[in-house]
């Protein structure tokens, strides 16, 4: 893993570990913690739901178990930060440099939180669902606890789930053991971890993650200034896709080479098309889309072999989704003052010899 800080624990696995596997091992898996990783008590733990709801709950995970079927979702996880390096070639951002790994796929096993909102009572006028969780980050001044927000037709949509098993194994502290928050489609911010409350309300949740964090802000904004409610909310995912081979830096024979990646479309898309140009987007050829069983919530791998030349290329890469999207050509389009969001073309360089 690339370890971008030790406390709070922030890694990716470099892209050559991504490469070819639909589903990340957990070991392998990026890691995005905003404080310490709580001290697991799966004995004493409970989940409050309450809010706008006629029956607040409080439940273990045997709870949980006995009364709602059991649901697996693969899903893939990505950092509103992935790839937050490229916009920082463009022009300082603080906060880590995560490279293309900041996004893995698992297969997630827990209860949907339809069915546990259902069972509370949900009541009409709840329009956003938040979670808290007791990890305590210095971020926010004064420190705060983690939290955020997902609106009630997302919470209500079927496959987010309050999950406890992660590819069939029960899940690692440091990716939210005993329970945690998978909402697929959306940025990694919203699948809150060590999930400890569940509150139905009329508006967003007011915490630092959802009302002051992974926010979109204008160009000119100080992001250490930027108040409440500023800049654009980040819920679902924007279409992005990334090389993981050949690293970029690489050294090979000239001749043919295959190159493979992943393209991610975001809630409720689906990746159409993926194309490689070798001059920078003057001719594209299109990559073929590997066998995906995996469902509309998993990435999109693909490759494509090219003939590359003696001497330094370039390969860059983009998709299109089946809204006929696609992505902008340079980070600096798309530069944020908080380095969210990086959607531009991935390119890696790389250098044959003879
Ligand atoms: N939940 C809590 N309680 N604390 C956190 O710091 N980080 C969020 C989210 N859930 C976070 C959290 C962010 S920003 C991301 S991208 C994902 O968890 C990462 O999940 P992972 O560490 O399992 O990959």
């Known amino acids: 893993m690339v370890v971008h800080n030790d406390h709070p624990f922030n890694a990716e696995p470099p892209p050559a570990a991504l490469a070819g596997r639909p589903i990340t091992p957990v070991d392998t898996f990026y890691a995005r913690n905003h404080g310490p990783v709580p001290e697991s008590d799966p004995e004493g733990w409970c989940l409050v739901v309450d809010g706008l709801v006629e029956r607040p709950l409080t439940l273990s995970v045997a709870h949980l178990r006995a009364l709602f079927p059991e649901q697996t979702v693969v899903a893939t996880l990505q950092c509103a930060g992935n ?6 070639g463009v022009r300082d951002i603080p906060g880590e440099p995560w490279g293309r790994g900041a996004t893995s796929t698992a297969s997630w096993t827990g209860v949907g939180l339809a069915g546990v909102l259902e069972h509370a009572g949900l009541r ?3 329009a956003h669902i938040a979670f808290e969780a007791p990890d305590v980050s210095q ?15 997302k919470a209500m949509a079927g496959e987010v789930l309050l999950a406890w098993a992660m590819n069939g194994e029960p899940l690692p502290p440091a990716h ?3 329970l945690r928050v998978v909402v697929p489609g959306w940025i990694g911010a919203r699948s809150v971890k060590w999930l400890r409350r569940v509150t139905a309300q009329s508006g967003p949740s007011g915490n630092y993650y959802q009302a002051v964090a992974y926010r979109i802000l204008p160009p000119g904004v100080d992001p250490d200034h930027a108040g409440p409610g500023e800049g654009i909310s980040l819920g679902p995912v924007a279409l992005s896709s990334a090389i993981l081979s050949p690293a970029d830096g690489a050294r090979l024979a000239p001749g043919p ?4 990646g992943y393209a991610y479309a975001g809630d409720g898309r689906a990746v159409a098309r993926v194309d490689v140009s070798l001059d920078d987007g003057a001719t594209w050829a299109q990559a073929a889309l590997d066998p995906q069983d995996d469902g509309p919530w998993a990435w999109q791998h693909w490759r494509l072999t090219v003939d590359l030349p003696e001497g330094d290329s370039v390969i860059a890469v983009r998709a299109w989704d089946d809204a006929a999207e696609t992505q902008p050509e340079s980070p600096a389009q798309v530069w944020n003052p908080k380095g969210y969001a990086n959607t531009s073309w991935d390119r890696v360089a790389v250098t044959c010899d003879a």
């Open 124 to 126: 009409p006028e709840a």
């Open 176 to 178: 939210g053991a005993p």
């Open 83 to 88: 790839r937050r390096a490229g916009l920082a």
């Open 257 to 260: 080479a295959e190159v493979t």
């Open 139 to 153: 971020e926010p001044s004064p420190p705060q606890a983690y939290g955020g927000s997902i609106p009630v037709a």
